[in-house]
T-cell receptor, first 114, second 115 residues
Framework: AQKITQTQPGMFVQEKEAVTLDCTYD???????LFWYKQPSSGEMIFLIYQGSYDQQNATEGRYSLNFQKARKSANLVISASQLGDSAMYFCAMRQDSNYQLIWGAGTKLIIKP | NAGVTQTPKFQVLKTGQSMTLQCAQDMNHEYMSWYRQDPGMGLRLIHY???????DQGEVPNGYNVSRSTTEDFPLRLLSAAPSQTSVYFC??????????????FGEGSRLTVL
């Protein structure tokens, strides 16, 4: 069965440091996509980055990059040069191309310290 | 720049009451979905639709109904509210159902309390 695991319920990071948020997944489907979303305290869900299972290169979007290790079934989010505004909940999600459902991890609460 | 619009933002119901959460998107997305978010559990899919006239159940469909008569609208109906349905509800849509373009665009959420 497909599953997403985020093992870090919470993290504290000093401002300007890099942050790695862990995500492992389980699927038997060879074709799938991995997503990261940010949820600030205001509650909205903000799409950050996408990685396809057949993509040869790790996805990058500005300060966000995805460390995709397919054999290990991990898709960690890396935030470079963290900012106070990065404090939020971060969710990893997976969508198998054989069905339409996005499966979500429980999230990691990231707090950036000044 | 409306995107996905959900109403109401807040609602308090008594056990046994019914209500409809409205969701509309103006991006011509075929895929629409409803999630509930409970503390410590991430998001769970309630129902989804891949186009007008087509709906299907997600992970936690019991107690909820949906319909999709137009591409734009995807209302969620609570038939007989129960305290277990106290949650934050999100409507989301996407351009495609897989691959690039499959990222979801979310509404602002609706906080529902059932007493």
């Amino acid at each position: 069965a497909q599953k997403i695991t985020q093992t870090q319920p919470g993290m504290f990071v000093q401002e300007k440091e890099a942050v790695t948020l862990d995500c492992t997944y389980d699927t038997s489907d060879p074709s799938y996509g991995l997503f990261w979303y940010k949820q600030p305290s205001s509650g909205e869900m903000i799409f950050l980055i996408y990685q396809g299972s057949y993509d040869q290169q790790n996805a990058t979007e500005g300060r966000y990059s995805l460390n995709f290790q397919k054999a290990r079934k991990s898709a960690n989010l890396v935030i470079s040069a963290s900012q106070l505004g990065d404090s939020a909940m971060y969710f990893c999600a997976m969508r198998q191309d054989s069905n339409y459902q996005l499966i979500w991890g429980a999230g990691t609460k990231l707090i950036i310290k000044p | 720049n409306a995107g996905v619009t959900q109403t109401p933002k807040f609602q308090v119901l008594k056990t046994g009451q019914s209500m409809t959460l409205q969701c509309a998107q103006d991006m011509n997305h075929e895929y629409m979905s409803w999630y509930r978010q409970d503390p410590g559990m991430g998001l769970r899919l309630i129902h989804y639709s891949v186009g007008a006239g087509i709906t299907d159940q997600g992970e936690v469909p019991n107690g909820y109904n949906v319909s999709r008569s137009t591409t734009e609208d995807f209302p969620l109906r609570l038939l007989s509210a129960a305290p277990s349905q106290t949650s934050v509800y999100f409507c989301a849509s996407s351009y495609s159902t897989g691959g690039p373009g499959g990222e979801l665009f979310f509404g602002e959420g609706s906080r529902l309390t059932v007493l």
